[in-house]
């Protein structure tokens, strides 16, 4: 399917999705209305000289190599570029520690912090569908009471769940081993205790958080955040989580293998994930949701970063929407970073969980993206990642 093509099946898909609920004659006349600027919308996005797979492969390699020597416990990355409307993956390294064979286009990776994205996507939906208001008080969507989420009568927000300015703590249980920059030697009693972390912990614990200064003004990154806001969606449309994003993003999108839970046959092209020591790292817990608790392969992600390119949909155009502004040039959407300082505006999200990395940078005036995942993670790995990714999207500009 051609990039127009592609365009106007996503634009047909989320206009009828929005429909959907209206009466008979009214989603008729919304249809007819907003299927007028569907061809012209697929034409408005710059069509880049269209490199081929050897040009681009080229430019992967060059930096993939750098990558490997500065990262010497490194171990497979499956890369995938949108460029011009086209799309390329390249699997390069190895799967697993001491065999061989690379990874592939059917990988599955935990993609960590790239999940919060998805929750804000589903949050931007449930705002346009007029499910909530994004200035809603979070308490309005959770049982029982917590006069606690509030500083000084000032309730915490929808969008500061996805704006990181919640002033929620970091993770939950907020504990000394539980928080940045984990240097503290984590004993196996603790260990225990996060790896069994359940909901009915979290939301016990949920009643213990101290809001210290008033919530939408001060950044501080809180995975509680995008945990608390998953359950909150599954509340506003009663389904949970993971079914919430195949039906409202990856089956519309088709991305098959975007999931928390795993059939058979993915769980059997799951990437194992290291550490620095080559140890085995263990997977997110299932409470991870929409913080950290994805998992995908490079083949589904290009399409999710093709989509997310075209911001004539108004999901999307409202998930890179600048809400919390940072400085001059850098600032917060819908769990999205957006960066100004460049020629070309920037908008990323990247992340990282034990034995995982991943980065999704799109310039959406370019109509093009870079996503890397790897199965290795370490402070040097981490870096230098996010290093590659700006590399290769900078050599494929004009």
Known sequence: MNNAKFLLFLRVLRVLDLCCQLPGMARLSIILGLLVPITAMAQELPNLPRLSDDEVGAIVSKYSDAFFKSTPHAMGLSIGVVQGGHTFIYNIGTLERGKPGSPASDTLYQIASISKTFTGTLLAQAALEKKISLNDDVRKYIEGSYPNLEYQGHPIELQFLVNHNSGLPFNLPDIPENRPPFTTPVSSKTQSRLQNYQRKDFLKDLHGVEIKSVPGKKFSYSNVSAILLSIVLERIYGMPYDQLVKQKIATPLGMKDTTITMTKSQKRRLARGYDEKGGIAPYPTDLALGAAGLRTTAADL?????????????????????????????????????????????????????????????????????????????????????????????????
């Open 302 to 398: 290009v399409k999710y970063a093709r989509w997310e390119l075209h911001e004539d949909d108004p999901v999307v155009r409202l998930t890179h929407e600048p809400r919390f502004i940072l400085t001059p040039t850098y600032s917060l959407g819908l769990n999205w970073q957006i960066d100004t300082s460049g020629k070309y505006r920037r908008v990323n999200q990247d992340g990282s969980v034990p034995g995982f990395l991943s980065n999704c940078t799109l310039f959406p005036e370019l109509n093009l993206a870079v996503i890397v995942l790897a199965n290795e993670e370490d402070t040097t790995s981490s870096q230098s990642l996010g290093v590659m990714a700006d590399q290769i999207a900078k050599a494929l500009q004009p």
